[in-house]
């Protein structure tokens, strides 16, 4: 495999400066989702953390290196899922941290953010006017920016999943990973291809918010003037160029999934998982459901990367109804 920008010592020695409570997360056979899909499927389960996604752990790396390095502030942009976690892995190393969101992000997200003692300011616009304004603010402030999958740690950080997943699980065919700024999926990818290279790495993006997969299709970067998807966490316009590069490495496939899908697999989870997911958690399931094909017969996990929805939304989505169905 040629070189991505991360490193595999680096990604082991990562583990030592994560907090354990972030590591080693549940990877299970769930044999419930199995007669509605058409093949295996096991689920990797980052959920159960304190920031109720995998972000801590690319935060945990960047907080640590900040704290030795005798850093004492730091802003990010942010949908709701890497605010909470910067927020929470400065608190435990003394950071002031700034987190900057749109106006229109999840309310329970930014609330969180407040919760865990980071300061927010929100902008009107999305989140790349949110990108532009934390740059502003890294600028004008002298602190560290730090740049979700631009930042070679939160992608290095994300690929300890990757570690766990080629060490813990029995053989599987495919990883499904939701793409948004794309430090999930290089992450995984990068181990999975270094370390398992049959196994099959395929990203999957909302119909609504295709950027960084047109990108990858095309090889070279595509950006969008707007986003229409409930899948905030992963709803960006414009992919970062060096992110791109590593991505067209070690993805297999990029696809897109409906609206209506990623329902449809938040519905599924629930009902047969037990598991309240946020959209771009339930991306994998969602694209199994529209290609069962595909997958058919095969040994499928997908990474369950967030829980923070809000409850009203959730409820909009998925119905008391499901909770009844068989």
Known sequence: MRETRLNTARIRAARRVIDPIFLDTPLYRCEALEPGLGCTVSIKLETANPVRSFKARGTEVVASLLADSGSRAAVCASAGNLGQALAWSGRGRGLDVTVVASRSATRAKLDRIRALGGGLELVDGDHEMARERAAAIARHDGIRLVEDSLDIETCEGAATIGLELVDGSPSFDTVLI????????????????????????VCVQPLGAPALTHS??????????????????????????????????????????????????????LDHGGLVVEPSAALGIAAILEDRDRFAGRHVVTIVCGSNVD????????GTASLHES
């Open 311 to 318: 409850v009203d939304a959730y409820r909009r989505w998925v």
């Open 216 to 269: 990858w299709h095309q090889r070279r970067v595509v950006t969008t003037d707007s986003t229409d998807t409930i899948a905030d966490g992963v709803a960006g316009r414009h992919p970062i160029p060096a992110v791109l590069d590593d991505l067209l490495l070690v993805a297999d496939d990029a696809v897109l999934v409906r609206e209506s899908s990623i329902i449809s697999g938040m519905r599924m989870l």
């Open 178 to 201: 939701a793409l948004g700024g794309g430090a999930l999926a290089t992450g995984v990818g990068h181990v999975v291809k270094a370390l398992a290279p049959e196994v099959e790495v």
